[in-house]
């Protein structure tokens, strides 16, 4: 069984996964730098390349075959569970958390990341804080049907959701 995490841009995915990879001896795998591997190109590369179509389409064949490998702790990209077949795959052998976060806590975590610039570039004509505040809305609901478990990190350090995460899990 994977352990899956979802969620929007800034909301811990990768920090948590990494702690959770430390505490249970296994492998974390982000998909979008996993992605970034396999193509050799930044995803802002692939988006000024192809447009979020071209990114999108990559990003459903890396978590198809992601979702085939067993035990390991994957964090999926902001979007992938907009696309139905996504959530289809991650769910076939992974219990999936979703990791929220308020707008405001978003906008400053995703500001002073220095992956923003390469990994996240922007999918809207809104301004940053428009664009975060308007695909949070959108995608709420994607987000919501998704998940088996709901954790908000807003005012969690990743120790501590990493060990809500742990709580949920079988012993
Ligand atoms: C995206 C989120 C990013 C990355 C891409 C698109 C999104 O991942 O997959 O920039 O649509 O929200 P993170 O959630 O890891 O930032």
């Known amino acids: 069984m994977n352990i899956v995490l979802i969620g ?12 959770l990879a430390q505490r249970l001896g296994r492998q974390f795998i982000d998909a979008d ?13 692939i988006f000024a390349e192809g447009g979020e179509a071209a990114f999108r389409e ?4 890396i978590i198809s075959g992601l979702s085939r490998r067993d035990g390991i702790i ?6 992938a569970v907009l696309d139905e077949r996504n959530v289809k795959n991650l769910k076939k052998n992974g219990v999936i958390f979703l990791l929220e976060a308020d707008a405001d806590t978003i906008q400053r975590r995703l500001a002073s990341d220095e992956k923003t610039d390469s990994q996240r570039p922007p999918l809207t ?10 695909l949070l809305k959108f995608r709420r ?11 908000n ?15 949920h899990l079988p012993q």
């Open 33 to 45: 730098e996993y992605l970034e591997e396999k193509t050799g190109k930044s995803i802002a590369q």
């Open 74 to 79: 994957l964090a999926a990209g902001g979007g």
């Open 125 to 134: 004509d809104k301004s940053f804080r428009e664009e975060i505040r308007s």
């Open 153 to 167: 990190t807003s005012e969690l350090g990743r120790e501590e959701v990493a060990e809500k995460i742990l709580d």
């Open 58 to 61: 990559m990003e459903r064949e």
């Open 8 to 19: 929007f841009r800034g909301t811990g995915k990768t920090a948590v996964g990494k702690s």
């Open 141 to 151: 609901p994607y987000y919501e049907a998704a998940a088996d478990h709901t954790i």
